[in-house]
């Protein structure tokens, strides 16, 4: 019902920039809200930022000032603009589509997700 496609990660050095990339392609029947996660090496994967219901963004604390959700609907790409990098953003990051109604923070909740796009920061 909803693909998700990720592109844009790389290695960038501490303080760089990045911009994520989700192309969103089906949408049909329900509408979803999209999100993005992010899983370091040894570690559970992690809400990173979305979309609420009513339009709104959420962010994780760690990333609050540094990395901003937005999308561009006539391309139907949902983007996460991140600065100010660090080493401990190293993950790969996934974009994945909710239903109305779950939990914007849980990745149980996320129906559709993409392959990942991988994210290092080097120091």
């Known amino acids: 019902q909803v693909q998700l496609v990720e592109s844009g990660g790389g290695l960038v050095q501490a303080g760089g920039s990045l911009r994520l990339s989700c192309a969103v392609s089906?949408?049909?029947?329900?509408?979803?809200?999209v999100g993005w996660f992010r899983q370091a090496p040894r570690k559970e994967r992690e809400f990173v930022a979305a979309f609420s219901w009513n339009g709104g963004t959420s962010y994780v604390d760690s990333v609050k000032g540094r990395f901003t959700i937005s999308r561009d609907n006539a391309k139907n790409t949902v983007y996460l603009q991140m600065n100010s990098l660090n080493p401990e953003d190293t993950a790969v990051y996934y974009c994945?589509?909710?239903?109305?109604?779950?939990?914007?923070?849980?990745?149980?909740?996320?129906?559709?997700w993409g392959q990942g796009t991988q994210v290092t920061v080097s120091s």
């Open positions: 089906g949408r049909t029947g329900t509408n979803y809200y």
């Open positions: 994945a589509a909710r239903p109305w109604g779950r939990r914007l923070d849980k990745s149980q909740g996320y129906d559709y």
